[in-house]
């Protein structure tokens, strides 16, 4: 496969050109907004799976939001004459966002992808032609140093990553500079780092083009570009997981041998960060045979660290080649090579004795602690995004489980979580419940298990009464000894407090 760009990227040297282009699309409400209302939703989640033809149907009209469309998303030839109404074309052209293809005809030399912030911020991803989303499935033969634009996995990341105000962020392996883009709002020095130097220089376009302050842009794998003495408050990456015989595409291939990059990127990020701050990574882990995959995940914890680590998937082996074969685009290429490259990867999970993959989040939390906490979960239930507040409330609480033993448990008081309920499980028309669960509708949208003391000591948490005082109630209700209460559900609170149901009040 041949090594070269795909194609010339524009100046990054014109901020004139960048903030006319801006202010032009902008005008033109080449908004998500704008977008969403002139496809219509079906035709705008079509475009988000890659797939064209509604979004080309829908823009058969010469207004100037469906000229931009044609040219920036669809990337279609466009005459001079109609881009001249909508974008200053010949700075665009001289600074090297537009390409002269026939005699009156312009093109895009990247894609252009209108991108809603989570404040309502017009923001737009920067990326290579037929790159935008998903693999590089769309292409027609995927460079080694393509940049994708967003994933389902750069928005994961977005959403859960925690976004408190810091003095500096981290963005390791940035592509199109989505996750440097969105810590720009909440830290006051952004980094970010990538392999690959054309990703950098993509990351500088998206940024200036949606009007963020530049990063501090630096090339270099994993924590090489960063000094010996800079630590950071936040760091964050959606590393090239996928876990495949060869390093092929930069952007997902990640040329360490099994899961060797991710745990590398696990271990090293604790001597970055500062007391305080967060790591927090997408990652890809192998299920080896004879080994719990949970003892894996814990032994890449770096010391100094609380760490939760959440499993949202898990594929077989050959389930993962497919997936990762069609994002190549593979699939639609020639028979016999499609069969060799699948016979490769199933090798390379023999050799390993790897069985599955697991998917998910990691997310330490450096707090310096003489115990730390790790927990390694599975959930791959439904989760309501944005999960940033749900994961620094999940260490807010860790933090206090750890300061307060069970006499402390006992005389602290306690708040049920917003949106909690109660379900009676059991047969239809039996008198008792078989069980009693509690569930959350918000954030992780957990669902636990508890006994008739559980779910009547969740019910009166109001924080106004200690722990002690209501279970002292309830051993009288049900004539228990309240001793023997005190003494066994300390656990039951702390799982409930540890999950999410119950918030200390004060
Ligand atoms: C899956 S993409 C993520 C891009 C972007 N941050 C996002 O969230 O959409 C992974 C990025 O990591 C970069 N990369 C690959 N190997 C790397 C390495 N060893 N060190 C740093 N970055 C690397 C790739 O070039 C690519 O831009």
Same mark, same amino acid.
């Given at each position: 496969m041949s090594n070269s760009s795909p194609a010339i990227l524009p100046s990054t040297d014109r901020a004139d050109v960048t903030a006319r282009l801006r202010d032009a699309l902008l005008a033109a409400s080449f908004t998500a907004d704008g977008l969403l209302e002139l496809l219509g939703a079906p035709a705008y989640a079509a475009l988000a799976r890659s797939e064209t033809v509604p979004a080309l149907r829908a823009t058969r009209g010469d207004t100037p939001l469906e000229t931009l469309v044609r040219l920036l998303l669809l990337q279609q030839p466009v005459p001079h004459a109609r881009v001249a109404g909508v974008l200053p074309v010949d700075a665009c052209v001289d600074a090297g966002w537009l390409l002269r293809t026939g005699e009156d005809e312009v093109a895009a030399t990247v894609d252009v992808r209108p991108y809603g912030g989570p404040g309502g911020e017009d923001w737009f991803i920067v990326s290579d032609l037929g790159c935008a @989303?998903?693999?590089?499935?769309?292409?027609?033969s995927p460079e080694e140093d393509v940049v994708l634009g967003v994933g389902g996995a750069s928005t994961t990341l977005a959403g859960i990553t @925690? !976004? *408190?105000? @810091?003095g500096s962020a981290l963005d390791l392996g *940035?592509?199109?500079g989505i996750q440097a883009l969105h810590a720009a709002q909440h830290a006051t020095r952004v980094t970010a780092t990538d392999v690959n130097p054309r990703a950098l220089h993509i990351t500088a376009l998206t940024l200036a083009l949606s009007g963020a302050p530049a990063a501090d842009l630096r090339p270099g794998s994993l924590f090489e570009p960063v000094r010996d003495d800079e630590t950071y408050d936040l760091i964050v990456s959606n590393p090239p997981f996928v876990i495949s015989p060869?390093? !092929?595409?930069t952007y997902r291939d990640g040329g360490m041998g099994g899961d060797d990059l991710c745990r590398a990127l696990v271990q090293q990020a604790g001597e970055r960060l500062n007391q305080g701050g967060f790591a927090q990574f997408l990652a890809n882990w192998q299920h080896v045979e004879g080994e719990d995959w949970q003892d894996r995940l814990r032994s890449w914890v770096p010391r100094g660290c609380d760490a939760w680590i959440v499993q949202r998937e898990v594929q077989d082996v050959m389930q993962y080649a497919e997936l990762w074969l069609r994002d190549a685009g593979d699939?639609? !290429?020639?028979a016999a090579e499609y069969q060799a490259r699948y016979d490769a990867w199933l090798d390379e999970f023999e050799a390993r004795k790897v069985r599955a993959v697991g998917f998910g989040w990691i997310a330490l939390h450096r707090t310096d602690a003489a115990e730390p906490s790790i927990t390694v979960e599975e959930w791959p239930h439904p989760v309501e995004q944005p999960l940033g507040d749900t994961v620094r409330a999940h260490f807010d609480r860790i933090d206090y489980l750890r300061a307060h033993d069970d006499a402390a448990l006992l005389a602290g008081h306690f708040r049920l979580a917003a949106e909690v309920v109660q379900e009676q499980v059991g047969l239809p028309g039996a008198e008792d419940p078989e069980h009693v669960v509690l569930r959350q509708n918000r954030g992780m949208r957990r669902a636990t298990r508890v006994d008739t003391v559980g779910a009547g000591f969740a019910g009166v948490c109001d924080g106004t009464l200690t722990a002690g005082r209501i279970l002292d109630a309830i051993a009288q209700l049900v004539g228990e000894d309240p001793v023997m209460l005190r003494d066994r559900t300390p656990a039951q609170i702390r799982l409930l407090v540890e999950q999410g149901f119950l918030e200390p009040a004060r």
């Amino acid at each position: 496969m041949s090594n070269s760009s795909p194609a010339i990227l524009p100046s990054t040297d014109r901020a004139d050109v960048t903030a006319r282009l801006r202010d032009a699309l902008l005008a033109a409400s080449f908004t998500a907004d704008g977008l969403l209302e002139l496809l219509g939703a079906p035709a705008y989640a079509a475009l988000a799976r890659s797939e064209t033809v509604p979004a080309l149907r829908a823009t058969r009209g010469d207004t100037p939001l469906e000229t931009l469309v044609r040219l920036l998303l669809l990337q279609q030839p466009v005459p001079h004459a109609r881009v001249a109404g909508v974008l200053p074309v010949d700075a665009c052209v001289d600074a090297g966002w537009l390409l002269r293809t026939g005699e009156d005809e312009v093109a895009a030399t990247v894609d252009v992808r209108p991108y809603g912030g989570p404040g309502g911020e017009d923001w737009f991803i920067v990326s290579d032609l037929g790159c935008a @989303v998903g693999g590089a499935g769309g292409i027609g033969s995927p460079e080694e140093d393509v940049v994708l634009g967003v994933g389902g996995a750069s928005t994961t990341l977005a959403g859960i990553t @925690v !976004r *408190t105000p @810091v003095g500096s962020a981290l963005d390791l392996g *940035t592509g199109s500079g989505i996750q440097a883009l969105h810590a720009a709002q909440h830290a006051t020095r952004v980094t970010a780092t990538d392999v690959n130097p054309r990703a950098l220089h993509i990351t500088a376009l998206t940024l200036a083009l949606s009007g963020a302050p530049a990063a501090d842009l630096r090339p270099g794998s994993l924590f090489e570009p960063v000094r010996d003495d800079e630590t950071y408050d936040l760091i964050v990456s959606n590393p090239p997981f996928v876990i495949s015989p060869g390093a !092929r595409l930069t952007y997902r291939d990640g040329g360490m041998g099994g899961d060797d990059l991710c745990r590398a990127l696990v271990q090293q990020a604790g001597e970055r960060l500062n007391q305080g701050g967060f790591a927090q990574f997408l990652a890809n882990w192998q299920h080896v045979e004879g080994e719990d995959w949970q003892d894996r995940l814990r032994s890449w914890v770096p010391r100094g660290c609380d760490a939760w680590i959440v499993q949202r998937e898990v594929q077989d082996v050959m389930q993962y080649a497919e997936l990762w074969l069609r994002d190549a685009g593979d699939h639609r !290429r020639d028979a016999a090579e499609y069969q060799a490259r699948y016979d490769a990867w199933l090798d390379e999970f023999e050799a390993r004795k790897v069985r599955a993959v697991g998917f998910g989040w990691i997310a330490l939390h450096r707090t310096d602690a003489a115990e730390p906490s790790i927990t390694v979960e599975e959930w791959p239930h439904p989760v309501e995004q944005p999960l940033g507040d749900t994961v620094r409330a999940h260490f807010d609480r860790i933090d206090y489980l750890r300061a307060h033993d069970d006499a402390a448990l006992l005389a602290g008081h306690f708040r049920l979580a917003a949106e909690v309920v109660q379900e009676q499980v059991g047969l239809p028309g039996a008198e008792d419940p078989e069980h009693v669960v509690l569930r959350q509708n918000r954030g992780m949208r957990r669902a636990t298990r508890v006994d008739t003391v559980g779910a009547g000591f969740a019910g009166v948490c109001d924080g106004t009464l200690t722990a002690g005082r209501i279970l002292d109630a309830i051993a009288q209700l049900v004539g228990e000894d309240p001793v023997m209460l005190r003494d066994r559900t300390p656990a039951q609170i702390r799982l409930l407090v540890e999950q999410g149901f119950l918030e200390p009040a004060r």
